[in-house]
């Protein structure tokens, strides 16, 4: 069975300062990967998603990933973060080759932003 | 386009009582999955629904949770007899509907519905 893991309970860093938040997983294919973002009281937003093809990722807000096969890694990286991008974010997995398309989620990360 | 709804938005019970949590997909989307996140943790599927049919309900507890996804109308997260641990908050997710392509794989989530169990 697929697990996701992300190592970093809570995160605090400077405005516009550079963010990296990880993200391992296990799964013995290549799996379709989702990080997600959820400011409190809400529902979750898709950040981005890597399927296939070219390993670093685009999304929204500025965010970007990178999927690296022999770490099974997916970690979100943004340049400069923003007071408005303190929120808990959550990698998630999808087995895609069994067909199953429930999504396995991490325990999320949250992120602070001190002015 | 609308998004996912989800209602109600809170809901408290008392224990012994039922849930009913409703969930409207996105416009388009006939998949319909449902996730609970206990505090402080992440989110956890429970099932898998496409219109009157389960698909995958591996997540589910055995007893007092049953969901349903029927022609017409939202789909049903029911939760009987209600305990203390049931206390989450409950998303909804849906995706779009036509093939096996990548983009059927995308989930787009509602706000949840945040159980309170007194």
């Known amino acids: 069975a697929q697990s996701v893991t992300q190592p970093d309970i809570h995160i605090t860093v400077s405005e516009g300062a550079s963010l990296e938040l990880r993200c391992n997983y296990s799964?013995?294919?290549?799996?379709?990967l989702f990080w997600y973002v959820q400011s409190p009281g809400q529902g979750l937003q898709l950040l981005l998603k890597?399927?296939?093809?070219?390993?670093l990722v685009q999304g929204i807000k500025g965010f970007e990933a990178e999927f690296k096969r022999s770490q099974s890694s997916f970690n979100l990286r943004k340049p400069s973060v923003h007071w408005s991008d303190a929120a808990e974010y959550f990698c998630?997995?999808?087995?895609?080759?069994?067909?199953?398309?429930?999504?396995?989620f991490g325990s999320g990360t949250r992120l602070q932003v001190q002015p | 386009n609308a998004g996912v709804m989800q209602n109600p938005r809170h809901l408290v019970r008392r224990r012994g009582q039922e849930a009913r949590l409703r969930c409207s997909p996105m416009?388009?989307?006939?998949?319909v999955y449902w996730y609970r996140q206990l505090p402080e943790e992440g989110l956890k599927f429970m099932v898998y629904?496409?219109?009157?049919?389960?698909?995958?309900e591996s997540g589910m507890p055995k007893e007092r949770f049953s969901a349903e996804f029927p022609k017409e109308g939202p789909s049903i997260l029911r939760i009987q007899q209600v305990v203390r641990g049931d206390s989450a908050a409950y998303f909804c997710?849906?995706?779009?509907?036509?093939?096996?392509?990548?983009?059927?794989?995308?989930?787009?989530f509602g706000p949840g519905t945040r159980l309170t169990v007194t």
């Open positions: 799964y013995g294919a290549t799996p379709y």
């Open positions: 629904l496409q219109k009157e049919n389960i698909i995958d």
């Open positions: 416009k388009g989307h006939s998949h």
């Open positions: 998630a997995v999808g087995a895609v080759p069994t067909g199953r398309r429930a999504l396995t």
């Open positions: 997710a849906s995706s779009p509907l036509e093939g096996q392509g990548e983009g059927t794989y995308e989930q787009y």
């Open positions: 890597y399927f296939s093809g070219d390993t």
